[in-house]
Protein backbone atom coordinates (compact mmCIF):
# COMPACT_ATOMS: atom_id res chain seq x y z
CA UNK A 1 0.00 0.00 0.00
CA UNK A 2 1.65 3.38 -1.09
CA UNK A 3 2.52 6.19 1.74
CA UNK A 4 2.66 9.19 1.63
CA UNK A 5 6.32 11.36 2.02
CA UNK A 6 7.27 12.90 4.95
CA UNK A 7 6.74 16.08 2.89
CA UNK A 8 3.57 15.14 1.54
CA UNK A 9 2.34 14.22 4.71
CA UNK A 10 2.93 17.59 6.43
CA UNK A 11 1.46 19.31 3.68
CA UNK A 12 -1.45 17.62 4.20
CA UNK A 13 -1.65 18.45 7.67
CA UNK A 14 -1.04 22.27 7.42
CA UNK A 15 -3.75 22.15 4.87
CA UNK A 16 -6.35 20.37 7.12
CA UNK A 17 -5.23 22.56 9.83
CA UNK A 18 -5.62 25.13 7.67
CA UNK A 19 -9.22 24.27 6.24
CA UNK A 20 -9.96 23.91 9.82
CA UNK A 21 -9.01 27.21 10.78
CA UNK A 22 -11.33 28.23 8.03
CA UNK A 23 -14.15 26.68 8.76
CA UNK A 24 -14.30 27.17 12.58
CA UNK A 25 -13.68 31.27 11.46
CA UNK A 26 -16.43 31.31 9.28
CA UNK A 27 -19.27 29.06 11.04
CA UNK A 28 -17.83 31.65 14.56
CA UNK A 29 -18.54 34.87 12.19
CA UNK A 30 -21.76 33.44 11.32
CA UNK A 31 -22.79 33.39 14.71
CA UNK A 32 -21.49 36.32 15.77
CA UNK A 33 -23.50 37.99 12.93
CA UNK A 34 -26.99 36.23 14.08
CA UNK A 35 -26.38 37.46 17.58
CA UNK A 36 -24.95 40.93 17.43
CA UNK A 37 -27.09 42.66 14.71
CA UNK A 38 -27.00 46.26 13.81
CA UNK A 39 -28.34 48.41 16.23
CA UNK A 40 -31.22 51.10 15.22
CA UNK A 41 -30.96 53.96 17.82
CA UNK A 42 -32.28 57.61 18.38
CA UNK A 43 -29.26 58.75 16.85
CA UNK A 44 -29.35 56.39 13.55
CA UNK A 45 -33.27 57.80 13.15
CA UNK A 46 -32.85 61.50 13.35
CA UNK A 47 -29.30 60.96 10.71
CA UNK A 48 -31.87 59.74 8.06
CA UNK A 49 -34.29 62.53 9.30
CA UNK A 50 -37.28 60.22 11.04
CA UNK A 51 -38.62 60.46 14.03
CA UNK A 52 -36.40 59.26 16.75
CA UNK A 53 -38.82 58.73 19.52
CA UNK A 54 -42.77 59.39 19.54
CA UNK A 55 -42.51 63.10 20.44
CA UNK A 56 -41.28 63.99 16.93
CA UNK A 57 -44.25 62.16 14.91
CA UNK A 58 -45.05 64.82 12.96
CA UNK A 59 -48.50 66.40 12.45
CA UNK A 60 -51.35 64.97 12.13
CA UNK A 61 -50.42 61.67 13.77
CA UNK A 62 -48.28 63.37 16.30
CA UNK A 63 -46.71 64.09 18.25
CA UNK A 64 -47.07 61.47 20.70
CA UNK A 65 -47.27 61.60 24.65
CA UNK A 66 -44.75 59.48 26.12
CA UNK A 67 -43.20 58.42 29.11
CA UNK A 68 -39.55 56.33 29.41
CA UNK A 69 -38.39 53.64 31.60
CA UNK A 70 -36.94 50.08 31.82
CA UNK A 71 -37.54 46.82 33.16
CA UNK A 72 -35.02 43.95 34.59
CA UNK A 73 -35.35 41.09 32.76
CA UNK A 74 -32.38 37.98 32.80
CA UNK A 75 -29.68 40.38 35.04
CA UNK A 76 -30.71 43.21 32.06
CA UNK A 77 -32.52 46.81 32.04
CA UNK A 78 -34.36 47.01 28.74
CA UNK A 79 -35.84 50.53 27.98
CA UNK A 80 -39.25 51.32 27.39
CA UNK A 81 -41.45 53.90 25.55
CA UNK A 82 -45.11 53.88 27.01
CA UNK A 83 -47.14 55.59 25.05
CA UNK A 84 -50.77 57.13 26.01
CA UNK A 85 -53.30 55.92 23.39
CA UNK A 86 -56.46 57.86 21.88
CA UNK A 87 -58.49 55.38 23.32
CA UNK A 88 -58.83 55.56 27.50
CA UNK A 89 -61.18 52.12 27.24
CA UNK A 90 -58.81 50.38 25.06
CA UNK A 91 -56.46 47.43 25.44
CA UNK A 92 -52.66 47.80 25.81
CA UNK A 93 -50.95 47.24 22.66
CA UNK A 94 -47.21 46.09 23.39
CA UNK A 95 -45.04 46.27 20.11
CA UNK A 96 -42.03 43.69 19.71
CA UNK A 97 -39.57 44.48 16.70
CA UNK A 98 -37.78 42.44 14.65
CA UNK A 99 -34.45 41.17 13.89
CA UNK A 100 -31.98 44.17 13.38
CA UNK A 101 -34.58 46.98 14.47
CA UNK A 102 -35.88 48.42 17.72
CA UNK A 103 -38.73 50.25 19.09
CA UNK A 104 -38.09 53.08 16.64
CA UNK A 105 -39.01 50.78 14.02
CA UNK A 106 -42.12 50.99 16.08
CA UNK A 107 -43.05 54.32 15.24
CA UNK A 108 -44.38 54.17 11.59
CA UNK A 109 -47.09 51.74 13.35
CA UNK A 110 -47.65 53.73 16.71
CA UNK A 111 -50.36 56.55 15.37
CA UNK A 112 -52.72 53.85 13.92
CA UNK A 113 -52.32 51.77 16.62
CA UNK A 114 -53.01 54.15 19.10
CA UNK A 115 -56.37 55.25 18.21
CA UNK A 116 -57.75 51.86 19.49
CA UNK A 117 -55.35 51.24 22.57
CA UNK A 118 -55.18 52.97 26.07
CA UNK A 119 -51.58 52.52 26.23
CA UNK A 120 -48.83 51.40 23.52
CA UNK A 121 -45.54 49.50 24.76
CA UNK A 122 -42.51 49.52 22.24
CA UNK A 123 -39.49 48.00 24.06
CA UNK A 124 -35.53 47.06 23.08
CA UNK A 125 -35.28 43.64 23.09
CA UNK A 126 -31.33 42.48 23.91
CA UNK A 127 -29.09 43.23 21.55
CA UNK A 128 -31.09 46.06 19.78
CA UNK A 129 -31.39 49.28 19.69
CA UNK A 130 -30.35 50.84 23.57
CA UNK A 131 -30.73 47.57 25.10
CA UNK A 132 -27.55 45.49 26.64
CA UNK A 133 -26.88 41.86 25.92
CA UNK A 134 -27.28 39.83 22.55
CA UNK A 135 -29.59 38.73 20.36
CA UNK A 136 -30.83 35.15 20.89
CA UNK A 137 -33.01 34.82 17.41
CA UNK A 138 -36.40 35.00 19.27
CA UNK A 139 -35.68 32.60 21.76
CA UNK A 140 -34.68 33.77 25.21
CA UNK A 141 -36.46 36.69 24.23
CA UNK A 142 -39.44 35.40 25.32
CA UNK A 143 -39.01 35.32 28.42
CA UNK A 144 -38.10 39.10 27.82
CA UNK A 145 -41.28 39.70 26.44
CA UNK A 146 -43.68 37.71 29.56
CA UNK A 147 -41.35 39.65 32.14
CA UNK A 148 -42.16 43.34 30.20
CA UNK A 149 -46.07 42.02 29.95
CA UNK A 150 -46.13 41.29 33.81
CA UNK A 151 -45.23 44.79 34.45
CA UNK A 152 -47.63 46.88 32.52
CA UNK A 153 -50.47 44.87 32.72
CA UNK A 154 -53.52 46.34 34.65
CA UNK A 155 -56.79 44.52 36.84
CA UNK A 156 -59.10 44.05 33.93
CA UNK A 157 -57.28 45.16 30.94
CA UNK A 158 -56.37 43.55 27.61
CA UNK A 159 -53.79 43.22 26.10
CA UNK A 160 -52.58 43.00 22.67
CA UNK A 161 -49.23 41.72 21.19
CA UNK A 162 -48.05 43.17 17.65
CA UNK A 163 -45.04 41.96 16.45
CA UNK A 164 -43.30 41.79 13.61
CA UNK A 165 -40.87 39.26 11.36
CA UNK A 166 -38.72 38.10 14.38
CA UNK A 167 -40.94 39.85 17.05
CA UNK A 168 -43.90 38.32 15.25
CA UNK A 169 -43.11 34.87 16.57
CA UNK A 170 -41.85 35.93 20.13
CA UNK A 171 -45.39 37.57 20.38
CA UNK A 172 -46.47 34.08 19.42
CA UNK A 173 -44.45 32.40 21.57
CA UNK A 174 -45.50 34.53 24.62
CA UNK A 175 -49.02 34.67 24.11
CA UNK A 176 -49.23 30.13 23.78
CA UNK A 177 -48.26 30.42 27.43
CA UNK A 178 -51.42 29.36 28.67
CA UNK A 179 -50.60 30.30 32.25
CA UNK A 180 -49.66 33.73 31.36
CA UNK A 181 -52.21 34.11 28.84
CA UNK A 182 -54.82 33.93 31.25
CA UNK A 183 -53.41 35.88 33.54
CA UNK A 184 -52.49 39.18 31.66
CA UNK A 185 -55.57 39.04 29.63
CA UNK A 186 -54.58 38.73 26.22
CA UNK A 187 -56.79 39.46 23.91
CA UNK A 188 -55.40 39.05 20.24
CA UNK A 189 -51.97 38.70 18.46
CA UNK A 190 -51.13 40.13 15.62
CA UNK A 191 -48.06 38.36 13.81
CA UNK A 192 -46.52 40.82 10.66
CA UNK A 193 -44.36 39.00 8.29
CA UNK A 194 -43.59 35.71 10.64
CA UNK A 195 -41.70 33.05 9.75
CA UNK A 196 -42.51 29.53 10.68
CA UNK A 197 -38.78 28.04 11.26
CA UNK A 198 -35.30 29.93 11.33
CA UNK A 199 -33.30 29.05 8.47
CA UNK A 200 -34.57 31.11 6.13
CA UNK A 201 -34.67 34.39 8.40
CA UNK A 202 -30.22 33.56 8.98
CA UNK A 203 -29.80 32.86 5.25
CA UNK A 204 -31.33 36.21 4.50
CA UNK A 205 -29.48 38.13 6.91
CA UNK A 206 -26.26 36.78 5.55
CA UNK A 207 -27.30 37.79 1.51
CA UNK A 208 -27.73 41.21 2.07
CA UNK A 209 -24.18 41.36 3.66
CA UNK A 210 -23.10 39.18 1.05
CA UNK A 211 -21.47 36.39 3.01
CA UNK A 212 -21.29 32.41 2.95
CA UNK A 213 -24.90 31.29 3.66
CA UNK A 214 -24.59 27.58 1.45
CA UNK A 215 -22.79 25.86 4.45
CA UNK A 216 -22.21 27.83 6.94
CA UNK A 217 -25.79 28.53 8.34
CA UNK A 218 -26.41 24.75 9.47
CA UNK A 219 -23.46 24.41 11.82
CA UNK A 220 -24.42 27.65 12.76
CA UNK A 221 -27.70 27.39 13.69
CA UNK A 222 -27.00 23.52 15.17
CA UNK A 223 -24.79 25.30 17.80
CA UNK A 224 -27.04 28.28 18.47
CA UNK A 225 -29.99 26.06 18.70
CA UNK A 226 -28.06 23.94 21.87
CA UNK A 227 -27.44 27.08 23.39
CA UNK A 228 -30.84 28.51 23.55
CA UNK A 229 -32.39 25.16 24.50
CA UNK A 230 -34.55 24.79 21.43
CA UNK A 231 -32.33 21.92 20.22
CA UNK A 232 -29.83 21.22 17.09
CA UNK A 233 -31.84 21.11 14.00
CA UNK A 234 -34.64 23.97 15.19
CA UNK A 235 -36.86 21.76 12.63
CA UNK A 236 -40.46 21.90 12.87
CA UNK A 237 -42.63 20.25 15.36
CA UNK A 238 -40.10 21.40 17.76
CA UNK A 239 -40.34 23.88 20.40
CA UNK A 240 -39.34 26.77 18.08
CA UNK A 241 -41.77 26.25 15.49
CA UNK A 242 -44.66 29.05 15.45
CA UNK A 243 -47.04 27.19 13.73
CA UNK A 244 -46.74 24.62 16.50
CA UNK A 245 -46.69 27.66 19.01
CA UNK A 246 -49.71 29.32 17.36
CA UNK A 247 -52.11 26.37 17.64
CA UNK A 248 -51.93 26.76 21.47
CA UNK A 249 -53.28 30.32 20.36
CA UNK A 250 -56.85 31.09 23.02
CA UNK A 251 -56.94 34.30 20.98
CA UNK A 252 -57.36 35.42 17.73
CA UNK A 253 -54.40 35.86 15.46
CA UNK A 254 -54.32 38.15 12.52
CA UNK A 255 -51.34 37.47 9.96
CA UNK A 256 -50.08 40.05 8.11
CA UNK A 257 -47.56 39.19 5.07
CA UNK A 258 -46.61 40.84 2.10
CA UNK A 259 -47.11 39.26 -1.45
CA UNK A 260 -43.57 39.51 -2.25
CA UNK A 261 -41.96 38.90 1.23
CA UNK A 262 -38.68 36.81 0.27
CA UNK A 263 -38.05 36.18 4.05
CA UNK A 264 -41.37 35.08 5.20
CA UNK A 265 -43.01 32.52 2.69
CA UNK A 266 -46.69 31.95 1.79
CA UNK A 267 -46.35 28.76 3.05
CA UNK A 268 -45.10 29.89 6.32
CA UNK A 269 -47.77 32.55 6.95
CA UNK A 270 -50.50 30.35 5.96
CA UNK A 271 -49.51 27.09 8.26
CA UNK A 272 -49.29 29.86 11.41
CA UNK A 273 -52.24 31.30 10.68
CA UNK A 274 -53.57 27.95 10.08
CA UNK A 275 -52.89 26.73 12.75
CA UNK A 276 -54.23 29.21 15.10
CA UNK A 277 -57.36 29.32 13.21
CA UNK A 278 -56.87 32.47 12.60
CA UNK A 279 -56.56 35.24 9.51
CA UNK A 280 -53.88 35.37 7.26
CA UNK A 281 -54.28 39.09 5.28
CA UNK A 282 -51.66 39.75 2.26
CA UNK A 283 -50.95 42.66 1.30
CA UNK A 284 -50.02 43.22 -3.31
CA UNK A 285 -46.90 44.23 -3.60
CA UNK A 286 -45.66 44.53 -0.19
CA UNK A 287 -42.16 42.37 0.94
CA UNK A 288 -40.39 42.39 4.10
CA UNK A 289 -40.10 45.67 5.50
CA UNK A 290 -42.34 48.67 4.13
CA UNK A 291 -45.20 47.52 5.10
CA UNK A 292 -46.23 50.70 6.84
CA UNK A 293 -43.60 53.36 5.31
CA UNK A 294 -44.82 52.51 1.92
CA UNK A 295 -47.94 54.49 1.73
CA UNK A 296 -50.13 52.28 -0.98
CA UNK A 297 -48.95 48.62 1.59
CA UNK A 298 -50.03 50.98 4.45
CA UNK A 299 -53.58 51.94 3.51
CA UNK A 300 -54.06 47.83 2.47
CA UNK A 301 -52.87 47.00 6.12
CA UNK A 302 -55.10 50.13 7.90
CA UNK A 303 -57.83 48.05 6.09
CA UNK A 304 -57.04 44.52 7.49
CA UNK A 305 -55.89 46.07 10.97
CA UNK A 306 -58.21 48.51 12.14
CA UNK A 307 -61.38 46.43 11.92
CA UNK A 308 -59.56 43.77 13.80
CA UNK A 309 -58.70 46.07 16.58
CA UNK A 310 -61.81 47.45 16.25
CA UNK A 311 -63.73 44.06 17.02
CA UNK A 312 -61.87 43.95 20.24
CA UNK A 313 -62.01 47.65 21.46
CA UNK A 314 -65.76 48.18 20.38
CA UNK A 315 -65.39 51.29 18.23
CA UNK A 316 -66.63 51.71 15.02
CA UNK A 317 -65.19 49.73 12.29
CA UNK A 318 -64.04 52.20 9.68
CA UNK A 319 -65.96 51.88 6.18
CA UNK A 320 -64.33 49.70 3.84
CA UNK A 321 -62.88 50.86 0.74
CA UNK A 322 -63.59 49.75 -2.41
CA UNK A 323 -60.43 50.19 -3.88
CA UNK A 324 -59.14 47.56 -0.90
CA UNK A 325 -56.81 44.64 -2.92
CA UNK A 326 -55.73 43.29 0.43
CA UNK A 327 -56.61 39.26 0.59
CA UNK A 328 -57.79 38.55 3.78
CA UNK A 329 -58.92 34.79 4.25
CA UNK A 330 -60.14 33.23 7.57
CA UNK A 331 -58.52 30.03 8.09
Not at 199 to 217: C, D, F, H, T, Y
Not at 228 to 255: I, M
Request: charged share 20%; hydrophobic share 40%; proline share 9%.
Amino acid sequence: MPTLSPDLLGLSLLLGVGLGIFVTTVIGRTIYIMTHPPRRTYASAVARGKPGDPSEIPPPRGPRTFSSWSFPSRGRSLPVWDVVGDNAAGPIIILSHGWGDSRVGGLSRLPELARHASRLILWDMPGHGDAPGTCSLGTREVDDLLELIRCVREPNRDIVLYGWSMGSGVSIAAAASDVRQRQARIAAVIAEAPSRGIVAPARAVLREKNLPRSWNVMPALWLLGIDFGVGPTWRRKGPFDRAELAGRLECPLLVLRGEHDAIASHEDAAAIATAARGTLATIPGGGHHGLWTNEAHAAEVRRVVHPFLAALTGLPRPAPSPRSRAGSEKL
